[in-house]
């Protein structure tokens, strides 16, 4: 019989995802009141995390937390064989029960990460993100320290369940990558670790570690001007990204002195199909009358747009790349598999992830100029199939 079943039919805490309160303080405060009114014995087990996370639909880590403040609070205690016990340990060995409450007190809480679950789990943006976790998941396992994932519900604002997190003492650092901006000046002023990954928050006294996109572009430039390509368009998605992108790319081309120009943008929803893609690019480079002045080298946002575009102008008849050479962005890992195969700008997110993961360790232990400091990692050109001298 489980620790669920042995105390009564009405067990488990009603959970109210909408009320804005955190689970993890409404999990606590149903078993806190219950231990408080002797409902829950002295030496009864409570339920397991795994357990208790799989009958609520909860993730078992927003279990332990909860139990965490039971423990903090003396109501339980907590042991690695037996499981979260209610009351005080036991007095028949005072010396074991100094031990694992000073065990306890000592453990520190987690780093963390706040994420939102995507909607699909082959979208291309989250093996992207599986690099850079990969990097801060081998950077924290080499100093012993723990590293906590936590999920965003749907709809849920991001700063709300930094807030929770920050104020339950639920974490004692963060990193982040890609949280909101009110999220991102709550911890700047509340003043709590936090390193900023893949963007640039040095000015307001916030370590960050980034990708020298500029550079990365300035290479792809003097690629295309070695190819002889002379007139280029970018193509983007309707996002809050395609500004910044485009700008990179144009910095890259003034740093890189060539004559190769950049007139002309396009821009497609972020799920076009093929025919919307065709449209603005014929949009964008003019009637078929004016082909000898069509541009002949195409920037895309990304690698997962870049795809999508061959396969759209293949389907109009168009070959990738003796008619128009493409240069995507993030070398993601279908596109040194995609045929042709993707020239393309690559960031070392497993490397960058390694590097926020010791940076934040080394703010946590207070080392000597660990705050406000940026690392910056090199963009390179990975050239492959999709680029080639124009056919004039």
Not at 15 to 32: C, H, K, N, P, T
């Amino acid at each position: 019989m489980s620790a669920i079943q042995e105390e009564g039919g009405d067990s488990l805490p009603r959970l109210d995802f909408d009320s804005g309160q955190s689970l993890i303080v409404q999990v606590a405060e149903f078993y806190r009141d219950r231990i408080r009114r002797g409902l829950i014995p002295k030496g009864r087990r409570l339920p397991t995390c795994l357990e208790l996370g799989c009958s609520l639909g909860l993730a078992p880590q927003t279990v332990d937390r909860a139990f965490g403040l039971l423990a903090r609070e003396g109501l339980v205690h907590r042991r690695r064989a037996r499981g979260t016990i209610v009351g005080d340990p036991t007095r028949a060995s005072p010396s074991h029960q100094f031990a694992a409450t000073r065990r306890y007190r000592t453990a520190a809480p987690p780093v963390s990460m706040v994420v939102r679950r995507p909607a699909n789990h082959q979208d291309s943006g989250r093996l992207l993100f599986n690099d850079y976790l990969n990097g801060l998941i081998e950077g924290f396992d080499a100093w012993k320290s723990r590293f906590e994932i936590a999920y965003l519900r749907p709809d849920q604002p991001d700063v709300d369940l930094v807030r929770t997190l920050v104020e339950m003492r639920q974490t004692r650092g963060f990193i982040n990558l890609g949280l909101d901006a009110e999220a991102t000046e709550y911890l700047i002023r509340a003043k709590v670790p936090m390193v900023m990954l893949n963007a640039d928050l040095t000015d307001r006294g916030t370590t960050s570690v980034i990708a020298d996109h500029v550079h990365g572009y300035r290479e792809a430039w003097i690629h295309a001007e070695e190819l002889g390509h002379r007139h280029a368009i970018f193509l983007g998605a309707e996002d809050a990204a395609f500004a910044g992108r485009l700008r990179e790319c144009r910095a890259g081309r003034q740093l890189a002195g060539v004559a190769c120009r950049l007139d002309q943008t396009a821009r497609v929803s972020s799920d076009a199909d093929a025919g919307e893609i065709w449209g603005a690019l014929r949009a964008a480079l003019g009637p078929r009358t004016r082909r000898a002045a069509w541009p002949t080298l195409l920037f895309v946002q990304n690698d997962a747009l870049a795809l999508r575009v061959i396969r759209a102008l293949e389907e109009y008849c168009r070959e990738i790349p003796r008619d128009l050479s493409v240069i995507g962005f993030d070398d993601s890992p279908i596109a040194r598999h995609f045929h042709p195969a993707l020239t393309t700008l690559a960031k070392p997110r497993l490397k960058m992830g390694l590097a926020a993961s010791q940076l934040l360790l080394d703010l946590l232990a207070h080392r000597v100029g660990s705050t406000d400091r940026r690392q910056v990692f090199p963009v390179r050109l990975i050239s492959r199939e999709t680029t080639t001298p124009p056919k004039h």
